[in-house]
């Protein structure tokens, strides 16, 4: 039986979608799975190789805000005060003591992850410029959810600590929420893009076998559908294909293909009684995971596949707040193994 699709929808509702010249993405219209990632790769191959150097001067295009400010992912506060702001040029790294002291060059998939090789080592869908001082602090260690253990807390949230994903273990970085998409759609455009090189990248925690371990790619799935691109990502997609490299990322451009290629092959089987139980009580959504103790995602779909709620459960039994109108849900529970039941309110 072919497992419930979770993620439908085309366009969600408020995404902003970037505009990609007539007949771009032609050679890979109706294509699905792997034959779609290939058909990308051909697409987006032979991107010119900007220097290291010339990131500097690439950054104050691609990451510049409406003020003229460095749009630093790891220190900005969306519809708030950022702690501190950068100037391009001036402020570039350098050498730092402490948060705000000045940017660098964020590999946000590490160098030591690829070996250093040429063309991701510059390659702006996964580079950001970044506070020195967090940069530092993020290292070589991958992104992830950060439970109560946290090492060290950045000033706008986001935070290296123990990772609690289920499937993630150690250290890892969560960067706020406002970023996670864009971060998402960058390992999948690396994945893409760099697709008979990832094979040999054996020092990335986060790959297997030239594709990504089954925690990383659902992790990645669910920042890329709870952070929808964003106008930001379409400016940027824009300048870096006609100012710089003259490729794009595509799923910036058609965030749809992500399901595509990596949302076909989850794992997950719908549920019997016996391995979830799901029951309402007024506006709370119970579950009972039986036996199971460990730490899991739940989250709530509509059948539309849009992402309504969700929370981690801890225990074997719990409820989540739900005030979603009458109708049929689509519950996923993460866990040691995936699972979904369709629930109707």
Not at 25 to 38: H, I, V
Not at 76 to 86: A, E, H, L, R, S
Not at 103 to 116: A, G, I, K, L, T
Request: with cysteine.
């Amino acid at each position: 039986m072919r497992p419930f699709p979770l993620f439908v929808l085309l366009v969600l509702p408020g995404v902003v979608v970037a505009q990609p010249p007539p007949g771009y993405y032609d050679t890979a219209q109706g294509l699905t799975g792997e034959a779609l990632r290939q058909a990308l790769h051909d697409i987006i191959d032979d991107h010119a190789v900007l220097a290291n150097s010339a990131l500097w001067s690439a950054f104050s295009q691609t990451d510049r805000k409406e003020d003229n400010t460095v749009w630093d992912i790891y220190s900005d506060i969306p519809d708030g005060t950022p702690p501190y702001t950068f100037q391009f040029v001036v402020d570039q790294c350098g050498q730092y003591d402490g948060e705000g002291d000045c940017f660098n060059r964020e590999h946000s998939f590490p160098q030591s992850w690829f070996n250093d090789q040429i063309g991701p080592s510059t390659d702006l869908f996964h580079m950001y410029p970044t506070d020195g001082w967090v940069n530092q602090k993020r290292a070589n260690w991958p992104y992830g959810v950060v439970g109560s253990s946290v090492t060290y807390a950045a000033d706008n949230g986001g935070k290296l600590g123990q990772c609690i994903y289920p499937g993630c273990s150690g250290l890892a970085f969560e960067p706020i929420d406002a970023y996670k998409g864009d971060l998402a759609r960058g390992y999948f455009y690396l994945l893409t893009r760099y697709k008979d090189d990832v094979i040999n990248w054996t020092t990335a925690p986060v790959l297997e076998n030239g594709n990504f371990m089954p925690w990383a790619r659902n992790l990645l799935l669910e920042w890329h559908q709870a952070d929808p691109v964003s106008a930001k990502e379409v400016a940027r997609n824009n300048t870096i294909y006609s100012n710089l490299q003259g490729n794009r990322n595509p799923y910036i451009d058609n965030p749809q293909w992500v399901e595509q290629i990596w949302g076909t092959d989850v794992g997950i089987r719908e549920t019997t009684a016996n391995d979830l139980r799901l029951w309402w009580d007024g506006d709370r959504l119970n579950y009972d995971r039986g036996e199971v103790t460990s730490v899991a995602h739940l989250r709530v779909f509509d059948v539309a596949g849009g992402l309504i709620v969700q929370q981690l459960a801890t225990g074997p039994k719990g409820s989540i707040t739900f005030m979603g109108a009458p109708g049929l849900y689509v519950v996923r529970m993460d866990g040691q193994e995936p699972s979904v039941q369709r629930i109707l309110r």
